[in-house]
T-cell receptor, first 113, second 116 residues
Framework: EPEVTQTPSHQVTQMGQEVILRCVPISNHLYFYWYRQILGQKVEFLVSFYNNEISEKSEIFDDQFSVERPDGSNFTLKIRSTKLEDSAMYFC???????????FGQGTRLTVV | AQKITQTQPGMFVQEKEAVTLDCTYDTSDPSYGLFWYKQPSSGEMIFLIYQGSYDQQNATEGRYSLNFQKARKSANLVISASQLGDSAMYFCAMRVAQGGSEKLVFGKGTKLTVNP
């Protein structure tokens, strides 16, 4: 069964460093998302991406964040200068058409120290 | 503004019994979708069940069913014959569509513990 794959599963980084979280969505999917879940809290929307551009972003998604789909298969989230409060589980999700269920990756647990 | 409310921070159920996890939602859009996801301690988000706002029948998927009461804006998840492996966090979510994009808005979750 096809699945959304995220790497790494866990990343520890120093405050101020840049991190890139990687996702490989399901191959025929067209809509891509990043969500964030701070430990013990609910899942929050960060950004949606369609047709090689951002279609919507939340207030959380400030200038420190960027997304890219460099080669038609990978979908990356970059945080330029990490802060302690960026520590969270980051989920990538994708789906085919509008009104279909979103499939989530297993998440990347980012720890900023 | 679209919002999902899960009022039960934690629920306990005996193995083999049924349990209902509550979810209410708020939206002014006539077209929306409601989802339930399971998050075990390992952290991944597992899709369980989906209900569209125009669906006439309540969704069912194996031991999971969704008690959809549109007038009350509720979409409760019913798990029948609970198993120890059902112990996890459960999130209700609503699909919100605006201007050609869509996203999921999540509730705070309910932690379900199944006792042997």
């Amino acid at each position: 069964e096809p699945e959304v794959t995220q790497t790494p599963s866990h990343q520890v980084t120093q405050m101020g460093q840049e991190v890139i979280l990687r996702c490989v969505p399901i191959s025929n999917h067209l809509y891509f998302y990043w969500y964030r879940q701070i430990l013990g809290q609910k899942v929050e929307f960060l950004v949606s991406f369609y047709n090689n551009e951002i279609s919507e972003k939340s207030e959380i998604f400030d200038d420190q964040f960027s997304v890219e789909r460099p080669d038609g298969s990978n979908f990356t989230l970059k945080i330029r200068s990490t802060k302690l409060e960026d520590s969270a589980m980051y989920f990538c999700a994708s789906h085919t058409d509008m009104n279909t269920e979103a499939f989530f990756g297993q998440g990347t647990r980012l720890t900023v120290v | 503004a679209q919002k999902i409310t899960q009022t039960q921070p934690g629920m306990f159920v005996q193995e083999k019994e049924a349990v209902t996890l509550d979810c209410t939602y708020d939206t002014s859009d006539p077209s929306y979708g409601l989802f339930w996801y399971k998050q075990p301690s390992s952290g991944e988000m597992i899709f369980l069940i989906y209900q569209g706002s125009y669906d006439q029948q309540n969704a069912t998927e194996g031991r999971y069913s969704l008690n959809f009461q549109k007038a009350r804006k509720s979409a409760n998840l019913v798990i029948s014959a609970s198993q120890l492996g059902d112990s996890a966090m459960y999130f209700c979510a609503m699909r919100v569509a605006q201007g050609g994009s869509e996203k999921l808005v999540f509730g705070k979750g309910t932690k379900l513990t199944v006792n042997p």
